[in-house]
């Protein structure tokens, strides 16, 4: 089993920034950003590849920016010039190994309680 613990979530304006943390409780392979506004689905935002060839959805492609800390364990999210559409819970999920690239790959894995992010216009 792996717990996942995110944190960093807020109100803002909108043109600011936020930097969301998830924390591991060992390590795991792949690991990646999500979110869901009221009333949609959930959505993939970014995954961290591992490879310099991070996913992002084309929605907060040059916004926002996924890395990690290894050595800790944690998946962070930078976003920049937020927007009020960014609004949505945010969730991080991981999974154990397969191809680490595709969004629908974390369906069946691990998952946090998610964070909330509210972006005001």
């Known amino acids: 089993q792996v717990q996942l613990v995110e944190s960093g979530g807020g109100s803002v304006q909108a043109g600011g920034s936020l930097r969301l943390s998830c924390a591991a409780s060992r390590y795991i392979a792949c690991m990646g950003w999500f979110r869901q506004a009221p009333g949609k689905g959930r959505e993939g935002v970014a995954i961290?590849?591992?490879?310099?060839?991070?996913v992002y959805a084309d929605s907060v492609k040059g916004r926002f920016t996924v890395s990690e800390d290894r050595a800790k364990n944690i998946l962070y999210l930078q976003m920049n010039s937020l927007q009020p559409e960014d609004t949505a819970m945010y969730y991080c999920?991981?999974?154990?190994?397969?191809?680490?690239?595709?969004?629908?790959?974390?369906?069946?894995?691990?998952w946090g309680q998610g964070t909330q992010v509210t972006v005001s216009s």
């Open positions: 999920a991981a999974i154990r190994g397969g191809f680490c690239g595709r969004f629908s790959q974390y369906e069946a894995g691990y």
């Open positions: 961290f590849a591992g490879d310099g060839v991070n």
